[in-house]
């Protein structure tokens, strides 16, 4: 049920539909992560992380790149490379920085602000107006999330994400992109990655979500910024020796995995109209624009912790995403067995909660 690859994992419980991190390397990862030339990253420098720093940063079109353990360091490292004190991070309300990663202005010094948005999209006259509050704090730092968790992998178009950059700029701000799935979302766009990345001064791209890779993120962004990043990343223990063992999988991840995210895509569109069939008016669905699917619950039935037990039982993993919600992620390892095999264990649930 959980897809043809050779490497992929030999689930008892069945398909794993919580996130597209659940992914193994593939074998041509396992093979150069054997392979990989390496050295120590906190002094001479690992010759196969820095590899891939130029490999990201030139794909994005950006001047420089760092490797980091998460998307949420290199997040959080663009706003402490990226600010002084005292001022303010405005994001979309919604916005993974902004609901999961806030802690960070706690080392920051900084104010986070959430501005109401549309699928993921801020308001850009709620925008504008917090960048001209006069007495307000000082804006250092404008986030954007593409593509966007909490919005079901909604895409904000390109013309939005120009009009947030000259926004920002114009009130002296800097820009930066939650990237973690900047590549589903250039296959949603129909665009060139650098096109996206061109958007923002930084981005944060994780390799573990979709790409398949085992773990990493790379930060990319203007010189000056990544080597102050580099130095912020040794104070925050983000510096890792030998870490090309890893980053190998890495270049792998951003050399052959991206051209296969529409299958995801194609997958995810598939599973949420067979949801939608289930209990046709009762179990709602968003069409997802990339690699996931939100299932919204009867509001007076049983809450999503009774729906992802009992999914379980009937061999599905999925995560509750509120108390009447459920999000499911595509990926390498859901081929189309498997989502049939969800919607079936959809049903067989449906007619245990609902009757």
């Known amino acids: 049920m ?11 419980s069945g398909v794993d539909l919580r996130s597209d991190t659940v992914t193994r390397p593939t074998p041509a990862m396992y093979e150069r992560m054997r392979r990989a030339p390496l050295g120590d990253d906190g002094l001479d420098g690992d010759p196969t992380a ?12 950006k001047e420089a790149g760092l490797y980091v353990p998460t998307a949420t ?23 993974h920085m902004f609901l999961t990663e806030r802690g960070g202005a706690t080392l920051a ?39 966007h968790a909490n919005a079901g992998g909604a895409v ?14 114009g009130a002296g701000a800097r ?22 990345a061109g958007c923002a001064d930084s981005v944060a791209v994780c390799l573990s979500k979709g790409l398949s890779a085992p773990a990493g993120a790379v930060l990319v962004g203007p010189t000056a910024t990544i080597e102050r990043a580099r130095r912020l990343r040794k104070m925050l223990g983000g510096t890792q020796r030998q870490v090309g063992v890893v980053a190998a999988a890495g270049l792998e991840a951003i050399e052959t995995m991206a051209g ?14 067979g949801l939608g069939a289930v209990r046709p008016g009762a179990l709602r669905t968003n069409t997802p624009a990339t690699n996931i699917v939100l299932a919204d619950l009867p509001a007076h039935g049983p809450d999503s912790a009774a ?28 081929d189309t067995a498997a989502v049939d095999a969800a919607i079936a264990g959809f049903r067989r649930a449906a007619d245990t909660l609902l009757g």
């Open 156 to 169: 904000p178009p390109l013309e939005h994400m120009r009009a947030v950059m000259e926004a920002a700029r």
């Open 260 to 273: 296969r995210l529409a299958d995801d895509h194609r997958q995810a569109r598939r599973l949420a109209e």
């Open 175 to 196: 820009v930066h992109l939650d990237g973690a799935r900047l590549f589903n979302a250039a296959v949603a766009l129909e665009v060139a990655p650098a096109a996206i």
């Open 109 to 147: 010094g900084l104010a986070y602000l959430g501005i109401a948005g549309t699928a993921g999209a801020m308001d850009l006259d709620e925008l504008e107006r917090t960048l001209r509050r006069p007495g307000g704090l000082r804006t250092e730092l404008v986030g954007m999330e593409t593509s």
């Open 307 to 334: 729906w992802t037990h009992a999914l379980r039982e009937h061999g599905v993993l999925v995560r509750a995403w509120g108390g009447h919600r459920l999000r499911l992620v595509t990926h390498r390892h859901i």
């Open 50 to 61: 820095r590899e891939l720093e130029a490999l990201v940063a030139r794909t994005l079109d």
């Open 2 to 12: 959980t897809g043809t690859d050779a490497t992929a994992p030999s689930d008892p």
């Open 73 to 95: 360091m290199g997040n959080l490292l663009a706003v402490l490379a990226q600010t002084e004190r005292q001022g303010q991070v405005l994001l979309e309300a919604t916005a």
